[in-house]
């Protein structure tokens, strides 16, 4: 069994940043990655990384804004959010998976583990 906990999250003005970690615990993963929901709304693929190949994978709209990464040593995944936009506004979720294949990483639905969510508000 994998557990995710997540933190960092909250509110900011629109162009500026923040930056979520999810750290993991129980067996290595494949793929980490990060899904955003509003409500009513499916949640939506916002990055990936490949935990050890380090290759990164993104929606195009953050890509520029949004860089995912690991530490070196540890179990803990980042999203830094620069640029932030008033729809980047969501609950942000980390997702992993030990035997997701790449052409599913952008699928909520082959993610077998999820963190609890954190919300990110940006303002106008």
């Known amino acids: 069994q994998v557990q995710l906990v997540e933190s960092g999250g909250g509110l900011v003005q629109a162009g500026g940043s923040l930056r979520l970690s999810c750290t993991f615990s129980?067996?290595?993963?494949?793929?980490i990655a990060w899904f955003r929901q509003t409500p009513g709304a499916e949640r939506e693929f916002v990055a990936a990384l490949n935990w050890n190949a380090r290759y990164t994978y993104y929606a195009d709209s953050v890509k520029g804004r949004f860089t995912i990464s690991r530490d070196n040593a540890g179990n803990t995944a980042h999203l830094q959010m620069n640029s932030l936009k008033p729809d980047d506004t969501a609950v942000y979720y980390c997702a992993g998976d030990t035997g997701i294949i790449l052409s599913n990483i952008r699928y909520a639905a082959h993610y077998d583990y999820w963190g609890q969510g954190t919300q990110v508000t940006v303002s106008s």
């Open positions: 129980g067996r290595t993963l494949r793929y």
